[in-house]
C-alpha cells in the first residue's frame, strides 16, 4: 500500500515502537529482599490469622458465664437489657432451664406480657403507634421494617431502685420500688412514609405503679429470681405463677 | 530498610489492615440504634446457635465466608507471584462485594442504624483498595510486590 506522499506503509505491522520502549519506568536490577525477616513477615501473618480465627470461634464453642452475682443483679440486667433492646443480654439471666426450651421461655413472657396490663397515665398516641407497629412486625419475626421502627425510638432506664424479698429457701422476689423507662421518640428516623404524621413523643413509665393482672386490683410489681449453679436468674414462669395465679 | 523492601511491606500491611478490620467487624455491633444495638454478629451466631430466635441457627453460617476470606487474605498478603496477586484480588472483590451487600441491607433499614461493624467493613473495602493499587504502582527503583 502507498501513502499519499508516496511512500510504502506495511499496515499488517503495528506502529513502529520498540517493545522495550513501551515500558515506562524499567524494572529494577537489585535482589529481591529474602531471609529470616521475609520468613518471620510470612509466619507472622498466618499466627495472627490462626490467632484471629481462635478469636472467632472460642466464643461461639465456649460457654459465657451468665446469670448475676444477686438477686436484685439479675433484676437490673433483664431490664437494662429490654430497654437497650439487645436479646443477648436478656436470655443472659432469664432461667437457663426456660431458655432451653424456646417455646417453654416465649409461652412464659407471653404470658406475662398479655395479662400484666398498665393502667394510669395514658401512653402519647405517637409512642403507641411506632411501640405497636414494632410489636406487630418482631411478632412475625424480625424484618428490615421492625428494626428501623425501633431504631427510631431512644429508650432509657432512669432511677431503678429494687428491694428482694426471700420467700422460702429457693427463690427470692425482687419487687421494684422505684425507677422509670424514658421513652424518646423521633419520627424523622423512621422509614420513609412511616413518619407521616408522627410528631415527636416523649414519655416517662414508672415501674414501680400501674400494674394489673387480669381485672384484679393493682399489684406489686415484681419478679421472681432462682439460684443455679452459684449464680441468679430471672424465672418468667415462677414470676407469671405468683403475679398471676399457677399457669393450668 | 531499601525501597524494595518498605514497598513490600507497606503493601503487606494495606492488605492485613483491610483483613483485619473484616475480623473486627465481627466483634462489634452492626446497629447503632434499635435492635440488637448492642448485638455483635458473634453475639448474634451465638444467639442463633442456642436456637431461641425464631430463626434457623443455620442462618449464621451467612456469616463465615467475609471472615474466612479475610483470615485467607491475611495469610497470603506477604506472598509474591501472579498466582498470591490474583487470590488476593479475588478475595478482596469477594469480600467487598459481601460486605457491600450487607451493609447495604442494614443502611436499606434506615442511616440511623449504622453502627461500628458497617463503618469497619467500609473501611476494609477501601483499604483493600488502596492496598491493590498501592500494589500496581510502579516506583523507580523498585518493583510491586506481586
Not at chain 1, 531471609?35 to 461461639?60: E, I, M, N, Y
Not at chain 2, 494495606?14 to 454478629?41: E, I, K, Q
Amino acid at each position: 500500500m502507498t501513502a499519499p506522499h508516496g511512500q510504502e506503509v506495511d499496515y499488517a505491522e503495528p506502529a513502529a515502537v520498540p517493545r522495550e520502549r513501551r515500558r515506562r519506568t524499567p524494572r529494577p536490577a537489585g535482589p529481591l529482599w529474602d531471609g529470616p525477616a521475609r520468613t518471620a513477615l510470612k509466619v507472622g501473618c498466618w499466627v495472627v490469622a490462626g490467632l484471629l480465627a481462635l478469636s472467632l470461634v472460642v466464643p461461639l464453642v465456649s460457654v459465657d458465664e451468665t446469670g448475676a452475682d444477686s438477686p436484685e443483679d439479675a433484676v437490673a440486667q433483664l431490664l437494662q437489657g429490654i430497654v437497650d433492646i439487645d436479646p443477648a443480654a436478656v436470655l443472659a439471666v432469664v432461667d437457663p432451664e426456660e431458655t432451653a426450651d424456646p417455646g417453654r421461655a416465649r409461652s412464659a413472657y407471653e404470658r406475662l406480657s398479655s395479662r400484666l396490663l398498665r393502667v394510669g397515665e395514658e401512653v402519647p398516641d405517637e409512642v403507641t403507634a411506632v411501640l405497636l407497629a414494632a410489636e406487630a412486625q418482631l411478632g412475625d419475626g424480625v424484618d428490615r421494617r421492625s428494626l428501623a421502627t425501633l431504631a427510631a425510638v431512644e429508650l432509657t432506664l432512669a432511677d431503678l431502685e429494687l428491694d428482694a424479698d426471700s420467700i422460702g429457701s429457693g427463690p427470692v422476689r425482687v419487687v421494684v420500688v422505684d425507677g422509670a423507662i424514658d421513652v424518646v421518640l423521633d419520627p424523622g428516623r423512621l422509614p420513609a412514609g412511616s413518619g407521616a404524621g408522627l410528631e415527636a413523643a416523649t414519655y416517662s413509665m414508672p415501674l414501680a405503679e400501674g400494674w394489673r393482672a387480669d381485672g384484679s386490683p393493682v399489684v406489686e410489681p415484681f419478679l421472681t429470681t432462682v439460684r443455679r449453679d452459684g449464680r441468679w436468674y430471672v424465672s418468667l414462669e415462677s414470676s407469671g405463677d405468683d403475679l398471676l395465679g399457677t399457669s393450668p | 530498610m531499601n525501597g524494595r523492601r518498605s514497598h513490600e511491606v507497606v503493601g503487606v500491611v494495606l492488605w492485613a489492615l483491610a483483613a483485619g478490620a473484616w475480623v473486627a467487624a465481627m466483634w462489634v455491633p452492626w446497629f447503632r440504634h434499635g435492635v440488637a444495638a448492642g448485638t455483635s454478629p458473634l453475639d448474634g451466631a451465638e444467639l442463633l446457635r442456642t436456637g431461641v430466635l425464631d430463626l434457623p441457627p443455620a442462618l449464621g453460617l451467612v456469616l463465615l465466608p467475609l471472615p474466612l476470606c479475610a483470615l485467607v487474605l491475611l495469610g497470603i498478603a506477604p506472598l509474591r507471584g501472579v498466582g498470591a496477586m490474583v487470590a488476593r484480588v479475588l478475595l478482596w472483590l469477594a469480600s467487598t462485594a459481601g460486605a457491600v451487600v450487607l451493609v447495604v441491607l442494614v443502611g436499606s433499614v434506615s442511616a440511623w442504624t449504622f453502627g461500628p461493624g458497617a463503618i469497619l467493613v467500609v473501611v476494609a473495602c477501601l483499604l483493600g483498595c488502596v492496598a491493590l493499587g498501592f500494589a500496581t504502582v510502579r516506583t523507580p527503583g523498585s518493583t510491586p510486590p506481586a
